[in-house]
């Protein structure tokens, strides 16, 4: 089966420039979620959605971050205008109807570099 | 979400069992105990779960105390391959808590 896929694997990209960020989840899976990883933070979860509905987006740093998914098979995390503490390791992962124990399947997530 | 405590690193060797520690005294009695791995430069990777029995899989078993305020994970015979960070992570059943919420982890390193 194939798991999440996610890409680009690396994006390097000057300050400023908008920065799109793909994920495909796992076919039948209704959750899909971001995260972000960093040396300080750790992993943190930017937003989920159910049914391509956005749920929680509560740990999404501010506006210039966006998120969409048009469609069961496809989400995107937007960037823009990028700023070099955008840097990070950003995972996308899946799921099904969760109802405490059911495990979410991570993307190899994509490395974000902003210069 | 209830926290979790684990030990920032462990060493073991391998072939030789480990046992990962985690402590959650305020744990809930609808939470589920969760385990994941991150190995080097890959998303983690869900390892194992329980409520309050003890449980096994191909990966590795989960030993639950009877109180719930604690919990090990183990790995039966290491091998190079498990050096991991592995976050143990309390999720909410009734809830259905979808986010997980990370802590540090235990980083384990494995010699050969």
């Known amino acids: 089966d194939a798991g999440v896929i996610q890409s680009p694997r690396h994006e390097v990209t000057e300050m400023g420039q908008e920065v799109t960020l793909r994920c495909k989840p796992i076919?039948?899976?209704?959750?899909l979620f971001w995260y972000r990883q960093t040396m300080m933070r750790g992993l943190e979860l930017l937003i989920y959605?159910?049914?391509?509905?956005?749920?929680?987006d509560s740990g999404m740093p501010e506006d210039r971050f966006s998120a969409k998914m048009p469609n069961a098979s496809f989400s995107t995390l937007k960037i823009q205008p990028s700023e070099p503490r955008d840097s990070a390791v950003y995972f996308c992962?899946?799921?099904?109807?969760?109802?405490?124990?059911?495990?979410?399947?991570f993307g190899d997530g994509t490395r974000l570099s902003i210069l | 979400d209830a926290k979790t405590t684990q030990p920032n690193s462990m060493e073991s060797n391998e072939e030789e069992p480990v046992h990962l520690p985690c402590n959650h005294s305020?744990?809930?009695?609808?939470?589920?105990i969760h385990w994941y791995r991150q190995l080097p430069s890959q998303g983690p990777e869900y390892v194992i779960h329980?409520?309050?029995s003890n449980v096994n899989n191909r990966m590795a078993s989960l030993a639950i105390a009877e109180d719930r305020k604690s919990s090990t994970l183990i790995l039966h015979r290491a091998t190079l391959r498990d050096a991991a960070v592995y976050y143990c992570?309390?999720?909410?059943?009734?809830?259905?808590?979808?986010?997980?919420?990370f802590g540090q982890g235990t980083r384990l390193t494995i010699n050969p």
């Open positions: 992570i309390l999720r909410d059943k009734v809830q259905g808590a979808q986010k997980l919420v």
């Open positions: 329980g409520l309050t």
């Open positions: 959605f159910n049914n391509n509905v956005p749920i929680d």
């Open positions: 305020t744990i809930s009695g609808t939470d589920y």
């Open positions: 992962a899946s799921t099904t109807h969760t109802q405490g124990n059911q495990p979410q399947h």
């Open positions: 076919s039948g899976h209704d959750y």
